[in-house]
C-alpha cells in the first residue's frame, strides 16, 4: 500500500508539474567523462579548427597554435591560469596541437587563460598562441522543477498568443499591423509564425472559426505578396518589409533558407483546410528552389530579388530547404524532388560535415566568413536528420552525437556563467539552464532553448539513452519557469527591453510544450 501512494505521488506530480526531474548522479559522472573528449579536434593539413572564435567550451578543446619562426619546437608547455581559484594547471606535449584533456578534469569552471610556449632543442621559447575562454559547467542534475505542467503552459501561452492586438488584427484587415508589432518587417518569418500559430491555438480551441480565419488571411497575405511569377525567385516570400530593423538594410535581398519554412506553414495550413491553393503554394516555391540549385548541390545564402544575383558568395547549409522537400516527397508524392534532396544532403556531408564551419543564417545578420558566427541551429537540424534515418549503420548515430555535442558545448548554459555579456553586463541575470544562440547573439533564447530541447528529444527516442531525456527535460522545465503570469514566455531569458519580445520564438516554444507533454 505505501509503495501504491509513492507510485500515485509521482504520478500526479508529472500530470500537475510536467515530467519529473531526473537527479541520477550517473549523469554527472557520465558528463564529466565525456567532457574530456575533444569536438572534431583540428589537425594541420588534413581536419580544420573550427574554434577561432569560441568563447566557451564544456569538452577539453584543442587549438591551432603559430607557428614560430624564430625556432623550432621540440615540445609545447601549456600553461592555464583559472581566474576561479587563482592557480596554474600545466603539461608538455612534442606536438603542439593536444587537447587540453590532461588538465581539464582538475581546471575549475571559469575564466581561463591560456598560454601555449615552442620550447627548442636549446631552451629558447616563443609564444604559439594565448587566448582567454569560459569553461563551463557540464550537465549535472537536479535542476529546477516546472512550476505546472507543459500542457498547462500550452494553453496558457496560446490564450496569451491569441489574445494580441497583432493577432487579432488579420480578421478584420488581413495585413500585419506594423504599428503593434514591428517584427513584422520580417514578413516571412514572423507573418508565418502567426500562421502555425493559429493553427497550433485551433488545435486546442476550436470552438469558433477566428483562428483559422487568421491563419489563412495570414498564409494568403504571403501568397499575395510573394515574388511575381516569371521573375527569377517567383512564389518566394518576402524575407523584408518596411525600413525597419534590417529590413533598412537587405530589403531588396530574400534569406534563401526561410521560403522552405513557408512551405512547411502552406502544407500544414493545407492538412487543415484541404484547400488545394495552399498546397499549390508550397509546390511553386518547391519549383524555384529547383531552379535555383546550384549544380554543387546548394544555394547562396541572400539573393538580390530584383536582380536574381547573389549578393555574397556565402552560401546555404540547406537543412531547411531538404526538410521541405522531404516533405514533399514522402507526404505528398513529389518524388520529382528526390534528386535534388540527395545533391544537397551529399553538399552538407562534404562541406560543414566535414569543416564545422556551421554558420547561423539569421536575417537580421550579414552573411558572414567562415567560422565567424557559428550557431546550433544548422548542426541540430542535421542531428536530427542523421537520427531520423534510423539506419542499422551505426556512423549515422555517432555523426549525430557528435554533433549535438559541438551544440551542446558551444551553446548550451547549465549553469550561470561569469562570462561578459555585451548586452546587458555579467550574465548572472541570465534564466539557466538555456541555450544561446549564435556567437554574434551570444544570449539565452527562448527559440534556441527549444531547439536543444527537440534535438535531445529526437535523440532520446532514437537511442534509448535516458540523459538525452534529462535534457530535454531540465531545459523545457526552465522554459515553463521563464513563462509570465499572462502566458508570454520570453524571447530573451533573462531582463531585456519589452519591444524585443519575437512571437515567432514564442510559437516555437508552443510547440516544443506540445512535444514535451507526449515525451515518454
Known amino acids: 500500500m505505501k509503495t501504491f501512494f509513492i507510485c500515485f505521488f509521482c504520478f500526479i506530480s508529472i500530470v500537475l508539474f510536467g515530467q519529473k526531474q531526473p537527479g541520477n548522479k550517473n549523469f554527472c559522472r557520465q558528463s564529466r567523462e565525456e567532457s574530456l573528449q575533444p569536438i ?95 569553461k563551463a559547467a557540464t550537465f549535472c542534475p537536479p535542476y529546477p522543477e516546472a512550476k505546472y505542467s507543459y500542457k498547462d503552459a500550452l494553453l496558457k501561452g496560446l490564450k496569451f498568443l491569441y489574445n494580441q492586438d497583432y493577432i487579432k488584427s488579420w480578421y478584420s484587415t488581413g495585413e500585419p499591423d506594423h504599428k503593434e508589432m514591428p517584427l513584422y518587417c520580417y514578413s516571412a518569418k514572423v507573418v508565418g509564425s502567426v500562421v502555425d500559430g493559429m493553427l497550433l491555438y485551433n488545435k486546442y480551441f476550436p470552438e469558433g472559426d477566428s483562428s483559422l480565419v487568421i491563419a489563412r488571411k495570414a498564409a494568403d497575405y504571403l501568397i499575395r505578396n510573394a515574388e511575381p511569377e516569371g521573375s527569377q525567385l517567383a512564389y518566394f516570400s518576402q524575407t523584408y518589409e518596411g525600413t525597419q530593423f534590417a529590413a533598412n538594410i ?33 509546390i511553386n516555391i518547391a519549383n524555384t528552389y529547383i531552379k535555383n540549385q ?27 530547404i531538404i526538410n521541405f522537400l522531404s516533405v514533399l516527397v514522402k507526404k505528398y508524392k513529389q518524388i520529382q524532388y528526390q534528386a535534388n534532396i540527395q545533391i544537397g544532403y551529399k553538399w552538407i556531408m562534404d562541406n560543414p560535415v566535414k569543416t564545422f564551419d556551421w554558420t547561423g543564417q539569421f536575417e537580421d545578420v550579414a552573411a558572414n566568413s567562415q567560422y565567424q558566427n557559428l550557431s546550433h541551429y544548422e548542426p541540430s537540424w542535421f542531428a536530427m536528420r542523421l537520427l531520423d534515418n534510423k539506419r542499422k549503420d551505426t556512423s549515422d548515430i555517432e555523426l549525430a552525437k557528435e554533433l549535438m555535442a559541438f551544440c551542446e558545448d558551444q551553446f548550451i548554459v547549465w549553469e550561470k556563467p561569469d562570462m561578459y555579456d555585451d548586452r546587458n553586463g555579467l550574465s548572472n541575470e541570465w534564466h539557466v539552464p538555456a541555450a544561446l544562440e549564435q556567437y554574434h547573439c551570444y544570449l539565452p533564447i527562448d527559440a534556441s532553448t527549444d531547439q536543444m530541447i527537440f534535438m535531445f528529444s529526437k535523440a532520446y527516442e532514437t537511442t534509448g539513452d535516458a540523459i538525452y531525456r534529462a535534457k530535454a527535460i531540465a531545459l523545457a522545465n526552465s522554459i515553463v519557469n521563464c513563462q509570465k503570469e499572462d502566458g508570454q514566455i520570453p524571447t530573451f531569458l533573462y531582463p531585456f527591453r519589452k519591444e524585443n519580445f519575437w512571437p515567432n520564438c514564442m510559437v516555437y516554444s508552443l510547440r516544443m510544450l506540445e512535444k514535451m507533454s507526449s515525451l515518454k
Open 40 to 134: 572534431r579536434p583540428g589537425i594541420p593539413g588534413s581536419q580544420p579548427f573550427w574554434n577561432e572564435k569560441a568563447k566557451m567550451f564544456k569538452y577539453a578543446p584543442s587549438f591551432k597554435n603559430r607557428k614560430p619562426k624564430e625556432v623550432m619546437p621540440v615540445k609545447y608547455l601549456y600553461s592555464a591560469f583559472s581566474f576561479t581559484d587563482k592557480q596554474n594547471y600545466s603539461f608538455s606535449d612534442s606536438t603542439g596541437i593536444k587537447s587540453l584533456a590532461p588538465i581539464w578534469s582538475r581546471l575549475p569552471n571559469g575564466n581561463v587563460y591560456l598560454k601555449i610556449e615552442g620550447i627548442s632543442k636549446e631552451g629558447y621559447v616563443c609564444l604559439a598562441q594565448d587566448r582567454m575562454f569560459y
Open 250 to 282: 537587405y530589403g531588396n535581398e530574400i534569406l534563401m533558407s526561410e521560403p522552405a519554412w513557408t512551405g512547411i506553414t502552406f502544407l500544414n495550413l493545407y492538412d487543415k483546410t484541404a484547400d488545394k491553393k495552399y498546397l499549390n503554394a508550397a
Open 294 to 320: 546550384l549544380s554543387c548541390g546548394t544555394w547562396y545564402i541572400r539573393v538580390n530579388k530584383i536582380t536574381g544575383k547573389p549578393t555574397s558568395q556565402v552560401l546555404c547549409i540547406p537543412n531547411n
